[in-house]
C-alpha cells in the first residue's frame, strides 16, 4: 500500500475505541480494515480521558492489530472530543462619541474583546481553569450593532456607542494534552487532529448543505454530541453528558443484569422483536421490544428531552431536521421521541449510517450502521483540515498555539492571557461642571491605540503569523484629563442695551465661578459651579448698575406706628416700563425702557389725616366782642423721642409713636394762645377778667359760646386794652 494515500484513524471513545486503515485514490476513500476493542475498565468518562495508561494499552493493541496486516504505524490522525469543546455567545461593546470614524483594527479589537470574554465565560464554569488554558478554535459573528440597532458594518461609522455579538468555541489545552500523552506511551505521533463534531459534520452535511438548518446528533456512549448547521456555516456547538450508556443501565435495572448482558440486550433490541434475556439470578425469559421499552420509557424521555433541550437552546428553534449518528442512535423509539419534542414530522429526524458518506468504498462485510460514521469523519476531516500546533513569542513569552483556522496576531494575543480590553489606553478623567444648574460632562482626550510589531515590524492585529514569529505588544497611551475654560462653554456672551429715565445702559453678563467673580477666561476644575447671567428684573439691573439711590424710590413706603408695620402705596416710588406700571420684580428685556417716579413725601399731618386721627381739639368763643377758636393738640407724633410738629417729614422705615395727651377744660388763660393783649399806656396796671358780664379768674373754665373780656382800668376810667388776635 502506498504510505502517502494509507491513512491511520484513532477514535477513542468513552465505551470503545475504533481503529480503522482508510486508503484514499482518486478522491475516493476505500475502508481497508476495522479494529474495535472496548474498555476493560472505565478508563474514559464522559469523552475524556482519566487514565492514560489504560487508554495507551488498548490503542497499541489496535495498532499491533493492524500492523499484523498492514505494516508498521508510526503516525494517526485522532479527534478532541467533541463533548470538550465550550461554545458560548458574547457581546462586547465600546463608546465611540467624539472618536475619529471606526476603522477594520478597531473592529477587530472589539470582536476579539467579545472572544476574550467568551474565553472567561468558559472558564468560569469550570472554577479551576483560568481563560488562558482555552484554547478558542473559531468564532462567528452573530451581528454588529450601532446605538442598539443592527446595522451590516461597523467601518468608517459614527455614533455613540457601537457594540458586536460573537459565538466562539474553545478547547480546553487539557483535552489535547491527555490526548497527546496517550498516543506517545503507545508508540504513535500525531499526524492530525480534528474535533469529533466536526468529523461527523464534514461526512454527513458537506458545505453545500450548510445553508439549511439542521442538527447533527452523536450518540455514543457516555455523551451526546450536537451540532448545529445554518447559513451556510457550522453555528453551534453542544453536549449533554446522556446518552447510551443511560440506556443500557436503565435495561441492567429493569432485566436484573449485568452491564455487559444489558449492553447485548440493547444492540438486540434494534434487531429483534423480542429477546431472551437471564438474569443475574439465572432464571432466563423472553421479553418483547415493547415490553422492554415501556421499562425504559423514563430514562428514554430524559435522553429525548436532554438532547432536545439543548438543541433548542443552541438553535433557539426548532431546526428544520435533525440527523442521529453513533451506536446510541439505535435505541429504540428515540427517532420518533426528538420528533414529536421538537415538533418535527417522522420524516425529519433520521439515523444516518456510513452509506451516507460520499466518495467512501466499504468491504461487503462492513457493519454500515451509523457507529462508524465518526471513526471514518476523523480520517478523512482530519487529512482535509488537519489542526497542528505553533509556537510564537509575545512579549518574550513562549505561546503554543492551537491551530483550527489560519491564525493571526489577535490569537496569540489571547493565547497569551493578555486582556485585548486593557490594551487601549484609558479615556483622560472626565469632569463634570455645573453651567447655571445644568450639569455638563466634560470628557477626557481619548486613549490610544496599542503598538504591535511582528517581528519588529508594524503589525495588525489580523496579520498572519509563522511558527518562531516574535510579537511585541505594549499598551496605549492613556488620554489627558479634561481642560475647558468659560469661554468654551458659552456660545455666546448675552447683553442687553436698556434707557433708565432717559440714560443709556449696557448690561453685561455677571460670570461667577463658586460664588466668585471671574473672567471668561477662567480654567475650570472638577465640580466647579459657574453662574453666567445677565441681570433680568429691574431690581437687579439697578443694583448692577449701582443706582441704588433709584433703587430705594421703588422699595414700598412702610412705617411702623406703634411697632405696628403700615404700608403707604401713594407714597411709594412707581416704575414705568415702555409706559406701564410695573414693579420691580418684573423681567427687563434688550430695548426696554425703564422711567421711575419718586414716592410723594409724608408729614404728619398728611398721616394724621391718612389714620383719620384728630390732632386738637376747639371750641367757639367771643373775646372782646370777637368770635374765636380755642384749640390745643390732643395727640403727640415722635421719632426717636422726639416730639414731631405736623409739618414734621416723615421718611420710610421711621419709627413713629403716637400718644393721647391728658384731657382737661378748657380755661380763661388758654385765651392768650390765640391772641396777643398790650396793656394800655394810660393804664393803671390793674385789669379784670370777665366773662359773660362777670369778673372771673385765670383759671375759670370756659365753654362753646362764653363772652369773655379783659378791662384795663386808666386814670380817667376810660381806657381799654389793645387787643390784637393772632
Given at each position: 500500500?502506498?504510505?502517502?494515500k494509507?491513512?491511520f484513524?484513532?477514535?477513542i471513545?468513552t465505551?470503545?475505541v475504533?481503529?480503522?486503515?482508510?486508503?484514499?485514490?482518486?478522491?475516493q476513500?476505500?475502508v481497508?480494515?476495522?479494529?474495535?476493542?472496548?474498555?476493560?475498565e472505565r478508563?474514559?468518562?464522559?469523552?475524556?480521558i482519566h487514565?492514560?495508561p489504560?487508554?495507551?494499552?488498548?490503542?497499541?493493541?489496535?495498532?499491533?492489530?493492524?500492523?499484523?496486516?498492514?505494516?508498521?504505524?508510526n503516525?494517526?490522525?485522532?479527534a478532541?472530543?467533541?463533548?470538550?469543546?465550550?461554545?458560548e455567545?458574547s457581546?462586547?461593546?465600546?463608546?465611540?462619541?467624539?472618536?475619529?470614524?471606526?476603522?477594520?483594527?478597531?473592529?477587530?479589537?472589539?470582536?476579539?474583546?467579545?472572544v476574550?470574554?467568551a474565553q472567561a465565560i468558559?472558564a468560569e464554569?469550570q472554577?479551576?481553569?483560568k481563560?488562558?488554558?482555552?484554547?478558542?478554535?473559531?468564532?462567528?459573528?452573530?451581528?454588529?450593532r450601532?446605538?442598539?440597532?443592527e446595522?451590516?458594518?461597523?467601518?468608517?461609522?459614527?455614533?455613540?456607542e457601537?457594540?458586536?455579538e460573537?459565538?466562539?468555541?474553545f478547547?480546553?489545552?487539557?483535552v489535547v494534552?491527555s490526548?497527546?500523552s496517550?498516543?506517545?506511551?503507545?508508540?504513535?505521533?500525531?499526524?492530525?487532529?480534528?474535533l469529533?463534531?466536526?468529523?461527523a459534520i464534514?461526512?454527513?452535511?458537506?458545505p453545500?448543505?450548510?445553508?439549511?438548518?439542521?442538527?447533527?446528533?452523536?450518540i455514543?456512549?457516555g455523551?451526546?454530541?450536537?451540532a448545529?448547521?445554518?447559513l451556510?456555516?457550522?453555528?453551534?456547538?453542544?453536549?449533554?453528558p446522556?446518552?447510551?450508556?443511560?440506556?443500557?443501565?436503565a435495561?441492567?435495572?429493569?432485566?436484573?443484569?449485568?452491564?455487559?448482558?444489558a449492553e447485548k440486550?440493547?444492540?438486540d433490541?434494534?434487531?429483534?422483536?423480542?429477546?431472551?434475556?437471564?438474569?443475574?439470578l439465572?432464571?432466563?425469559?423472553?421479553?418483547?421490544?415493547e415490553?422492554?421499552?415501556?421499562?425504559?420509557?423514563?430514562?428514554?424521555e430524559?435522553?429525548?428531552?436532554?438532547i432536545?433541550?439543548?438543541?433548542?437552546?443552541?438553535?433557539?428553534?426548532?431546526?428544520?431536521?435533525?440527523?442521529?449518528?453513533?451506536?446510541?442512535?439505535?435505541t429504540?423509539?428515540?427517532?420518533e421521541?426528538i420528533a414529536?419534542?421538537?415538533?418535527?414530522?417522522?420524516?425529519?429526524?433520521?439515523?444516518?449510517?456510513?452509506?451516507?458518506?460520499?466518495?467512501?468504498n466499504?468491504?461487503d462485510?462492513?457493519?454500515?450502521?451509523?457507529e462508524l460514521?465518526t471513526p471514518?469523519?476523523i480520517?478523512?476531516?482530519a487529512?482535509?483540515?488537519?489542526?497542528?500546533y505553533?509556537?510564537?513569542y509575545?512579549?518574550d513569552?513562549?505561546?503554543?498555539?492551537f491551530?483550527?483556522?489560519?491564525?493571526?496576531?489577535?490569537?496569540?494575543?489571547?493565547?497569551a492571557?493578555?486582556k485585548?480590553?486593557k490594551?487601549?489606553?484609558?479615556?483622560?478623567?472626565?469632569m463634570?461642571?455645573?453651567?447655571?444648574g445644568?450639569?455638563?460632562?466634560?470628557?477626557?482626550?481619548?486613549?490610544?491605540?496599542?503598538?504591535?510589531?511582528?517581528?519588529?515590524?508594524?503589525?495588525?492585529?489580523?496579520?498572519?503569523i509563522?511558527?518562531g514569529?516574535?510579537?511585541?505588544?505594549?499598551?496605549?497611551?492613556?488620554?489627558?484629563?479634561?481642560?475647558v475654560?468659560?469661554?468654551?462653554?458659552i456660545?455666546?456672551?448675552?447683553?442687553?442695551?436698556i434707557?433708565?429715565?432717559?440714560?443709556q445702559y449696557?448690561?453685561h453678563?455677571?460670570?461667577?465661578?463658586?460664588?466668585?467673580?471671574?473672567?471668561?477666561?477662567?480654567?475650570?476644575a472638577d465640580?466647579d459651579?459657574?453662574?453666567?447671567?445677565?441681570?433680568e428684573?429691574?431690581?437687579?439691573?439697578?443694583?448692577?448698575?449701582?443706582?441704588?439711590?433709584?433703587?430705594?424710590?421703588?422699595?414700598?413706603?412702610?412705617?411702623?406706628?406703634?411697632?405696628k408695620e403700615?404700608?403707604?402705596p401713594?407714597?411709594s416710588?412707581?416704575?414705568?416700563?415702555n409706559?406701564l406700571?410695573?414693579n420691580?420684580?418684573?423681567i427687563?428685556?434688550d430695548?426696554?425702557?425703564?422711567r421711575?417716579?419718586k414716592?410723594?413725601t409724608?408729614t404728619?399731618?398728611?398721616l394724621?389725616?391718612?389714620k383719620?386721627?384728630?390732632?386738637?381739639e376747639?371750641?367757639?368763643?367771643?373775646?372782646n366782642s370777637?368770635k374765636?377758636?380755642?384749640?390745643?393738640?390732643?395727640?403727640?407724633?415722635?421719632?426717636e423721642?422726639?416730639?414731631l410738629?405736623?409739618?414734621?417729614?416723615?421718611?420710610?422705615?421711621?419709627?413713629?409713636t403716637?400718644?393721647?395727651?391728658?384731657?382737661s377744660?378748657?380755661?380763661?388763660q388758654?385765651?392768650?394762645?390765640?391772641?396777643?393783649?398790650?396793656?394800655?399806656?394810660s393804664?393803671s396796671?390793674g385789669?379784670?377778667?370777665?366773662k359773660?358780664?362777670?369778673?372771673?379768674?385765670?383759671?375759670?373754665?370756659?365753654e362753646?359760646?362764653d363772652h369773655?373780656?379783659?378791662?384795663w382800668?386808666?386814670i380817667?376810667?376810660?381806657?381799654h386794652s389793645t387787643?390784637?388776635?393772632?
Amino acid at each position: 500500500m502506498d504510505e502517502q494515500k494509507k491513512l491511520f484513524a484513532l477514535d477513542i471513545g468513552t465505551r470503545t475505541v475504533v481503529g480503522i486503515i482508510l486508503e484514499e485514490e482518486g478522491g475516493q476513500y476505500h475502508v481497508k480494515d476495522i479494529v474495535i476493542r472496548e474498555h476493560a475498565e472505565r478508563a474514559m468518562l464522559d469523552g475524556q480521558i482519566h487514565d492514560v495508561p489504560a487508554v495507551s494499552k488498548i490503542i497499541a493493541e489496535i495498532r499491533d492489530d493492524l500492523e499484523v496486516k498492514h505494516g508498521p504505524l508510526n503516525k494517526v490522525c485522532v479527534a478532541a472530543a467533541g463533548r470538550a469543546l465550550k461554545t458560548e455567545r458574547s457581546k462586547s461593546s465600546i463608546t465611540i462619541k467624539g472618536k475619529p470614524m471606526m476603522k477594520k483594527q478597531d473592529i477587530l479589537h472589539l470582536e476579539l474583546s467579545a472572544v476574550q470574554q467568551a474565553q472567561a465565560i468558559a472558564a468560569e464554569k469550570q472554577a479551576a481553569e483560568k481563560s488562558y488554558y482555552y484554547y478558542c478554535v473559531g468564532y462567528s459573528v452573530l451581528y454588529y450593532r450601532l446605538d442598539g440597532e443592527e446595522i451590516g458594518s461597523l467601518i468608517d461609522q459614527q455614533g455613540d456607542e457601537a457594540s458586536v455579538e460573537i459565538i466562539a468555541t474553545f478547547l480546553p489545552k487539557v483535552v489535547v494534552e491527555s490526548l497527546i500523552s496517550a498516543l506517545q506511551r503507545a508508540g504513535l505521533e500525531m499526524e492530525a487532529l480534528t474535533l469529533e463534531p466536526i468529523a461527523a459534520i464534514n461526512v454527513l452535511i458537506p458545505p453545500s448543505m450548510r445553508r439549511l438548518n439542521v442538527a447533527l446528533v452523536d450518540i455514543g456512549a457516555g455523551t451526546s454530541d450536537i451540532a448545529i448547521t445554518d447559513l451556510g456555516t457550522v453555528t453551534a456547538f453542544g453536549m449533554v453528558p446522556v446518552a447510551g450508556d443511560e440506556i443500557t443501565e436503565a435495561i441492567s435495572d429493569q432485566l436484573l443484569l449485568d452491564f455487559p448482558l444489558a449492553e447485548k440486550a440493547k444492540r438486540d433490541l434494534h434487531v429483534s422483536d423480542t429477546i431472551t434475556v437471564t438474569d443475574i439470578l439465572g432464571f432466563q425469559s423472553e421479553i418483547s421490544r415493547e415490553e422492554t421499552i415501556e421499562k425504559i420509557s423514563p430514562t428514554l424521555e430524559r435522553l429525548t428531552n436532554s438532547i432536545c433541550e439543548e438543541i433548542l437552546r443552541l438553535n433557539n428553534r426548532p431546526p428544520k431536521a435533525v440527523m442521529l449518528a453513533g451506536g446510541g442512535s439505535l435505541t429504540p423509539g428515540l427517532p420518533e421521541r426528538i420528533a414529536n419534542r421538537l415538533g418535527l414530522p417522522a420524516n425529519r429526524v433520521a439515523i444516518r449510517g456510513i452509506d451516507a458518506i460520499g466518495g467512501l468504498n466499504l468491504p461487503d462485510n462492513t457493519d454500515r450502521g451509523p457507529e462508524l460514521v465518526t471513526p471514518i469523519g476523523i480520517a478523512i476531516a482530519a487529512k482535509k483540515a488537519p489542526v497542528q500546533y505553533c509556537t510564537v513569542y509575545v512579549n518574550d513569552q513562549p505561546v503554543r498555539l492551537f491551530e483550527v483556522n489560519n491564525l493571526t496576531v489577535g490569537d496569540c494575543l489571547l493565547a497569551a492571557g493578555i486582556k485585548m480590553n486593557k490594551l487601549y489606553g484609558k479615556p483622560g478623567l472626565a469632569m463634570i461642571i455645573n453651567l447655571n444648574g445644568q450639569n455638563i460632562t466634560i470628557p477626557g482626550s481619548h486613549g490610544e491605540a496599542p503598538v504591535i510589531t511582528r517581528n519588529s515590524l508594524p503589525s495588525a492585529l489580523d496579520e498572519e503569523i509563522k511558527s518562531g514569529d516574535i510579537i511585541t505588544v505594549s499598551k496605549g497611551r492613556d488620554g489627558l484629563p479634561a481642560e475647558v475654560c468659560i469661554m468654551d462653554l458659552i456660545d455666546e456672551v448675552p447683553e442687553k442695551s436698556i434707557t433708565i429715565n432717559g440714560k443709556q445702559y449696557t448690561i453685561h453678563p455677571a460670570i461667577t465661578c463658586n460664588e466668585k467673580v471671574v473672567p471668561l477666561e477662567q480654567t475650570l476644575a472638577d465640580r466647579d459651579k459657574v453662574e453666567c447671567r445677565v441681570s433680568e428684573t429691574a431690581e437687579e439691573i439697578l443694583t448692577i448698575l449701582s443706582l441704588n439711590n433709584l433703587l430705594n424710590e421703588l422699595k414700598p413706603f412702610r412705617i411702623s406706628i406703634n411697632e405696628k408695620e403700615t404700608f403707604l402705596p401713594r407714597h411709594s416710588g412707581k416704575l414705568y416700563k415702555n409706559g406701564l406700571e410695573v414693579n420691580c420684580h418684573s423681567i427687563v428685556e434688550d430695548g426696554d425702557n425703564l422711567r421711575i417716579e419718586k414716592g410723594n413725601t409724608l408729614t404728619v399731618k398728611e398721616l394724621a389725616d391718612i389714620k383719620q386721627l384728630a390732632l386738637q381739639e376747639s371750641i367757639p368763643v367771643i373775646f372782646n366782642s370777637k368770635k374765636i377758636e380755642l384749640s390745643r393738640g390732643i395727640l403727640e407724633f415722635q421719632r426717636e423721642g422726639a416730639v414731631l410738629t405736623e409739618d414734621d417729614v416723615i421718611s420710610a422705615g421711621d419709627a413713629i409713636t403716637i400718644m393721647k395727651k391728658p384731657r382737661s377744660p378748657f380755661i380763661f388763660q388758654d385765651i392768650f394762645s390765640h391772641v396777643n393783649v398790650d396793656m394800655p399806656a394810660s393804664s393803671s396796671g390793674g385789669f379784670i377778667l370777665l366773662k359773660n358780664g362777670k369778673k372771673t379768674s385765670f383759671h375759670e373754665s370756659v365753654e362753646p359760646g362764653d363772652h369773655l373780656k379783659i378791662v384795663w382800668p386808666s386814670i380817667n376810667n376810660k381806657q381799654h386794652s389793645t387787643i390784637k388776635y393772632s
